[in-house]
């Protein structure tokens, strides 16, 4: 399974920016779906994820701003990101859990500017 994820770029504080995340393969049957960040010196960290039954998971610095949905018709995953704040500045990571292994995209790099 390859992933390809979009929609990175340089936004203003308080801007907007959708994140997609396009899997080569089916995600209904995945264990889970979602999106990671890392930032300069930091570790990787969770985002939001989707769990197969529809629940999701936030992280705490994003709960209210971010919202995570799911295209099962177009194996797509994607993440709203509104009122980006300078500390969402990262590279935001795609990530795709099935019972045969764990996948990541490429990473697409988010820079919020104050």
């Known amino acids: 399974v390859q992933l390809q994820a979009f929609g990175g770029g340089l936004v203003q504080a308080g801007g907007f920016l959708r994140l997609s995340c396009a899997a080569s393969?089916?995600?209904?049957?995945?264990?889970?779906m979602g999106w990671y960040r890392q930032a300069p010196g930091k570790q990787r960290e969770l985002v939001a994820r989707?769990?197969?039954?529809?629940?999701?998971n936030y992280a705490d610095s994003v709960k209210g701003r971010f919202t995570i949905s799911r295209d099962n018709t177009k194996n797509t995953v994607y993440l709203q990101m509104n009122d980006l704040k300078p500390e969402d500045t990262a590279v935001y990571y795609c990530?795709?859990?099935?019972?045969?292994?764990?996948?990541w995209g490429q990473g697409t790099l988010v820079t919020v500017s104050s």
């Open positions: 989707i769990i197969s039954g529809g629940i999701t």
């Open positions: 393969g089916s995600i209904f049957s995945s264990i889970a």
């Open positions: 990530n795709l859990v099935r019972p045969v292994g764990n996948y």
